[in-house]
């Protein structure tokens, strides 16, 4: 995001450089009488400087206030999650080392987009000038100025913009509607922390037995289980695994994978198929040999397939306690919707027990209605133990289908802001070039130019450095694919359907900001234009 809003205040300050250009020009003759009168060439720039310092100070006061205004709204993709209150304290209040930081941004910016345009303006030519002469403009050939040069970043730039904003969208509605691999609805949570009130394993087991027991008696609850972590939750925290007999094909191969402990229940609360071998169930009891259940992907890495990992072994650490597999668990995903196949394994509750859990109901019943019964439920086991987090599947997949709503919404309102900072851009230089080439285009037209060839000269310029522009802006977003395809889910940095939509609503919008001063062009009264030399 940080480079986001780099990218916009770089296309912002292009804007007021080219505004400060356009200014400069409009102000020669006011800038040949001051030197005639004896001003130095220092003290114009020294004067103009001053006047993009204070307007730069302006714009950074207001977008403190408007930051102050707005930061309560990021409340709004803060995540809830299982234990939220003893994890995490959200804070959205600005940091007062933000406001000297703001300062300074201004102050350089200010600086390095306020010299050219001053140093533009304070260079005259005084007898033109004070006669009211304009440079006049090249013909027949493309002269690629300044203002050219800054129109051009401002495409390219927003172009990047606009193009990481669509991928993001892209990524959000995949994430909204891809299979996790367990149901998406009907499911309600919440989380117990047995280590608050002294648990032990015996009786945290007995404790969690007995719930499951009570919950699963409720009218409407059709399954009921325990579990920690979930996949795809906050607390994943990957562990190495050892597979009895398997030699890692290189050095450099992984052996991390990531685990849950579940409860008897788990799968057919959660809605986890499992495609070879059986669920872990009341059979594995702390007596037992201890077992687990793995997932398509592990099986096939280190057994070749769902069938034949059924009756291995591996350790979680060198010489440690082996896990037999019993069953192997459809893919789904663990960590993020944008991750590719990952290993991930299940071990059984009451063989490697965990006293922060939650606690999972299946139900058709309303939310509204279940709670309180959930509620019940625990109290009659333990009065002091609290339940965190209570809330249903969809809230619990926003923790991370918010990341790519984020990401939407943030960089989709700064690529908003880009294009429209663009498009004002290249209506304003063109709407200057057009004025200054008034007498030109008045000439053009008393010799025959037809309102279609008036209309192509303007366009055709204004055309050409926004098409260098694109073709820049794709380059850049190109190079940064690898980067930006490390944090999309379902698509890819370089996806042609997002940038060819992008580009489109990207020329259609340089077309309207353009039709305007060139139509205005076209429409020049030759008889008026002579008469303004």
């Known amino acids: 995001m940080s480079l986001a809003v780099i990218l916009v205040l770089l296309i912002a300050c292009a804007n007021v450089a080219n505004l400060m250009l356009a200014r400069g020009a409009s102000r020669a003759r006011e800038m040949a009488i001051r030197m005639a009168v004896g001003a ?31 930061g309560d ?19 959205s209040r600005l940091d007062p080392r933000l406001f000297p930081f703001t300062i300074l941004i201004s102050l350089a910016a200010a600086v390095i987009f306020g010299l050219i345009p001053a140093l533009r303006a304070s260079k005259v030519d005084q007898a033109s000038a004070m006669k009211g002469e304009t440079r006049s403009f090249h013909v027949g050939r493309i002269r690629i100025g300044s203002g050219n040069l800054l129109v051009m970043g401002q495409v390219a ?33 919440f989380g117990v922390n047995l280590d608050l009130q002294g648990y032990d394993q015996a009786r945290g087991l007995v404790f969690e037995r007995t719930l499951i027991s009570r919950l699963r008696s409720i ?34 191969e992984s052996n991390l994978t990531g685990r849950s402990t579940v409860s008897p229940g788990y799968f057919e609360t959660m809605g986890t198929q ?52 019993i069953g192997v668990a459809k893919n789904g995903k ?70 790519y709503q984020a990401g939407a919404s943030l960089v989709g309102t700064f690529a908003i802001t880009a ?8 209506y304003g230089v063109l709407h200057f070039i057009v004025a200054r080439r008034t007498r030109e285009i008045g000439i053009r037209m008393a010799l025959g130019a037809r309102y279609a060839q008036v209309l192509q000269m303007v366009l055709s310029r204004s055309l050409l450095f926004v098409t260098a522009g694109i073709l820049i802006g794709v380059g850049l977003t190109l190079s940064l694919s690898r980067l930006t395809g490390s944090i999309l889910a379902g698509v890819s940095g370089t996806d042609p359907l997002t940038i060819c939509a992008v580009l489109l609503v ?28």
Request: aromatic share 10%; glycine share 6%; charged share 15%.
């Open 157 to 189: 730039l927003s172009c990047v913009l606009l193009i990481c904003g669509g991928l993001f969208l892209r990524s959000m509605q995949f994430a909204s509607s891809v299979d996790p691999g367990f149901y998406r609805t009907g499911i309600t949570m």
């Open 419 to 426: 294009l429209l900072l663009a498009a004002v851009g290249i």
């Open 40 to 70: 130095s060439r220092i003290q114009l720039v020294r004067q103009l400087l001053t006047e993009s310092v204070l307007l730069a100070l302006a714009g950074g006061a207001l977008g403190i206030v408007l930051a102050m205004w707005f």
């Open 73 to 91: 709204s990021l409340r709004n993709f803060y995540p809830t999650l299982d234990f939220q209150t003893t994890d995490l304290e959200y804070d």
């Open 219 to 252: 009218p409407g609850v059709d399954a009921a289980a325990v579990a920690f972590p979930l996949p795809l939750d906050a607390y994943q925290n990957p562990i190495s695994v050892y597979p009895e007999g398997y030699v890692p094909r290189s050095a450099q």
């Open 274 to 325: 499992i495609v070879a071998g059986r669920a872990i169930d009341d059979r594995d009891t702390a007596s037992s040999t201890p077992v687990a259940v793995v997932n398509e992907t592990m099986a096939r890495r280190y057994w070749q397939s769902s069938d034949g990992a059924i009756g291995r072994r591996f350790s979680t650490k060198p010489g440690g306690p082996e896990y037999q597999v």
């Open 334 to 403: 663990y960590f993020t919707f944008g991750e590719p196949a990952t290993p991930y394994v299940f071990t059984a509750l009451t063989q490697f027990h965990e006293g922060q859990v939650t606690v999972l109901v299946r139900s058709k019943a309303n939310a509204d209605t279940l709670v309180p019964l959930l509620r019940a439920q625990v109290s009659a086991l333990d009065p002091a133990l609290p339940m965190f987090g209570v809330r249903n599947m969809p809230q619990f997949l926003n923790r991370t289908v918010s990341t």
């Open 506 to 533: 990207f020329c259609l919008i340089v077309i309207i900001a353009s039709a305007v001063p060139a139509r205005r062009a076209a429409r020049v009264d030759p008889i008026q234009a002579l008469r303004q030399a």
